[in-house]
């Protein structure tokens, strides 16, 4: 027997409900996962990529806001010359957290001054 488009439509509306109920009860369990994580490791928003802090426009632009946040990006990109790199291409500019190089490299007996770039 074939399905006519309505029964499809129908099966489909029925599948959709069912696989949102399942995706809200995961959606609970990996909540409550990364809730326990949060609390065991002490993580911050910040840490986690989730900060609210808004970054300062910068006072000696007159762009537009929409304009300014682009040049802005492009600016620290190139601005942010690495001040560390290591024989692998691993580079670093020295601001936020220690890359996971970098902290192998000095536990491994290097010296910032070793790979100053």
Same mark, same amino acid.
């Given at each position: 027997m074939t399905k006519t488009y309505l029964q499809v439509q129908k099966q489909i509306a029925q599948l959709q !409900?069912?696989?949102d109920t399942l995706r809200k009860k995961e959606a609970a369990g990996v909540l409550a996962r990364i !809730?326990?994580?949060i609390a065991v490791y002490?993580?911050?928003a910040e840490e986690l990529g989730v900060s609210t802090r808004k970054a300062r426009a910068s006072k000696a632009s007159a762009a537009p806001v929409a304009r300014r946040k682009g040049a802005k990006k492009a600016a620290a990109k190139s601005a942010a010359a690495p001040r560390f790199k290591d024989d692998q291409g691993n580079v670093w500019g020295g601001r936020g957290p220690r890359p996971a190089w970098f902290k192998a490299a000095l536990?491994?007996?290097k010296t910032p001054a070793d790979l100053a770039a």
């Open positions: !409900k069912e696989a !809730k326990e994580a002490g993580f911050t536990e491994s007996g």
